[in-house]
């Protein structure tokens, strides 16, 4: 379990930014890197849990809140997988192996992989960057694979090109035990043979079963959707978590920028189970 004292109350290791060193760049799509940091001693910067963010920094540019993209389980290093679309992300891109960023972290709550999905079925469903939440808690599971049932993994992006850790999926993920991953792409592309379509419409397709629960992490578009096929297929709202952490802003719950309703996304989020917010306004 963690015990970084994160999430309610924030200590004061939280709040300092750490030194990172950037020790491996990842060009997973275009537009997408995953970054590996270090401590300068080596190690980890500090524990996290599966779902929890971290306050990224280029000093004189801009910070902001990023998902960790490892596993806990992974002692050695943290991740980043960041998309390129503006000022912070475009000079993150331009750095090199060896460069320096400071991190605050980690903050929010967590996937309850120790709790509520321990010894369940499940179905991950994730479009485009949205992979990046949920690929800590996939790891984590893999890592504890006698603790829970079977996994099916459900990741769609614009085109091939755009899959975010496909190697990782298609030669790991694809032959874990009891784990079955399902591939497709919005329109189809030369060289591709998997399905192609967009994520709601394939979820259908492949009618999942309701012994399962849904974690789900993408565009705002596509988690309506989603919502509404699995609603479809006779899942509740028990049964279906995800995750905020894009409208998470200082972190600790002082700026008032990531309220929805009564919800904090920071101190009370980013990860939801759908019944907890099933009554907030729809901006969300």
Same mark, same amino acid.
């Given at each position: 379990?963690?015990?970084?004292?994160?999430?309610?109350?924030?200590?004061?290791?939280?709040?300092?930014?750490? @030194?990172?060193?950037?020790?491996?760049?990842?060009?997973?799509?275009?537009?997408?890197?995953?970054?590996? &940091?270090?401590?300068?001693?080596?190690?980890?910067?500090?524990?996290?849990?599966?779902?929890?963010?971290?306050?990224?920094?280029? $000093?004189?540019?801009?910070?902001?809140?990023?998902?960790?993209?490892?596993?806990?389980?992974?002692?050695?290093?943290?991740?980043?997988?960041?998309?390129?679309?503006?000022?912070?992300?475009?000079?993150?891109?331009?750095?090199?192996?060896?460069?320096?960023?400071?991190?605050?972290? $980690?903050? =929010?709550?967590?996937?309850?992989?120790?709790?509520?999905? #321990?010894?369940?079925?499940?179905?991950?469903?994730?479009?485009?960057?949205?992979?990046? $939440?949920?690929?800590? &808690?996939?790891?984590? &599971?893999?890592?504890?694979?006698?603790?829970?049932?079977? @996994?099916?993994?459900?990741?769609?992006?614009?085109?091939?090109?755009?899959?975010?850790?496909?190697?990782?999926?298609?030669?790991?993920?694809?032959?874990?035990?009891?784990?079955?991953?399902?591939?497709?792409?919005?329109?189809?592309?030369?060289?591709?043979?998997?399905?192609? =379509?967009?994520? $709601?419409?394939?979820?259908?397709?492949?009618?999942?079963?309701?012994? #399962?629960?849904?974690?789900?992490?993408?565009?705002?578009?596509?988690?309506?959707?989603?919502?509404?096929?699995?609603?479809?297929?006779?899942?509740?709202?028990?049964?279906?978590?995800?995750?905020?952490?894009?409208?998470?802003?200082?972190?600790?719950?002082?700026?008032?920028?990531?309220?929805?309703?009564?919800?904090?996304?920071?101190?009370? =989020?980013?990860?939801?189970?759908?019944?907890?917010?099933?009554?907030?306004?729809?901006?969300?």
């Amino acid at each position: 379990m963690c015990e970084c004292n994160c999430h309610e109350n924030y200590n004061l290791d939280t709040l300092i930014p750490k @030194v990172g060193i950037i020790t491996g760049i990842t060009q997973e799509t275009p537009d997408v890197k995953t970054f590996r &940091v270090n401590a300068p001693q080596g190690g980890k910067l500090f524990e996290h849990m599966p779902g929890q963010c971290a306050m990224l920094c280029a $000093p004189g540019i801009s910070e902001a809140m990023f998902s960790i993209t490892s596993s806990p389980t992974n002692k050695e290093y943290q991740e980043f997988s960041i998309k390129k679309c503006g000022e912070l992300t475009s000079y993150l891109h331009d750095l090199q192996v060896g460069d320096e960023i400071t991190v605050r972290g $980690p903050y =929010g709550n967590n996937f309850p992989v120790d709790t509520e999905l #321990k010894g369940k079925n499940l179905l991950f469903i994730a479009g485009g960057i949205g992979l990046a $939440p949920l690929r800590s &808690v996939i790891n984590y &599971v893999l890592d504890n694979r006698e603790d829970y049932g079977t @996994v099916d993994i459900l990741y769609g992006s614009r085109s091939a090109d755009d899959l975010v850790k496909l190697e990782e999926i298609q030669t790991e993920w694809a032959n874990a035990e009891n784990v079955n991953v399902h591939l497709t792409i919005d329109r189809e592309q030369e060289g591709w043979d998997g399905h192609v =379509g967009f994520v $709601p419409s394939y979820l259908k397709e492949l009618n999942f079963t309701t012994d #399962k629960t849904a974690l789900v992490c993408g565009p705002p578009i596509m988690i309506k959707f989603v919502l509404q096929g699995l609603k479809e297929l006779g899942f509740t709202n028990e049964q279906i978590y995800t995750t905020f952490e894009l409208r998470m802003k200082c972190g600790v719950g002082k700026c008032g920028r990531c309220n929805i309703g009564s919800k904090y996304v920071c101190k009370d =989020g980013p990860v939801f189970r759908f019944d907890e917010i099933e009554k907030l306004p729809d901006e969300y």
